[in-house]
Nanobody
């Protein structure tokens, strides 16, 4: 079983940047796609960005395209989410997850599970 721990959240002004990290332990994640999700108060969890097992393919929601970038370092068993030009509507708890099936593409249709506890991101206007 993989254990995921997110970090890097915080309070930032609109237009600012944050870099989230998702550190995995328990087993290597190198053959699994990774995804970042977020959930704002009163809203359903939504897919933010995903990255393929190799890192060669990424996919992001339209609401964050051009502002957020997902990456991974399989040697460090870690995935990242670089968030630029943050907006108040980006405020949410951000969590990461692995695809339960190997060799995934990182699309929003992946079978993501093994979620971490999340890290709070708050963007002030």
């Amino acid at each position: 079983q993989v254990h995921l721990v997110e970090s890097g959240g915080g309070l930032v002004q609109a237009g600012g940047s944050l870099r989230l990290s998702c550190a995995a332990s328990g087993r290597p994640i190198s053959i699994y796609a990774m995804g970042w999700f977020r959930q704002a108060p009163g809203k359903e969890r939504e897919f933010v960005c995903g990255i393929s097992w190799s890192g060669g393919s990424t996919s992001c929601a339209d609401s964050v395209k051009g502002r957020f970038t997902i990456s991974r370092d399989n040697a460090k068993n870690t995935a990242y989410l670089q968030m630029n030009s943050l907006k108040p509507e980006d405020t949410a708890v951000y969590s990461c997850a692995t695809d339960v099936r190997p060799w995934g593409s990182g699309s929003s249709a992946g079978a993501y599970d093994n979620r971490g506890q999340g890290t709070q991101v708050t963007v002030s206007s």
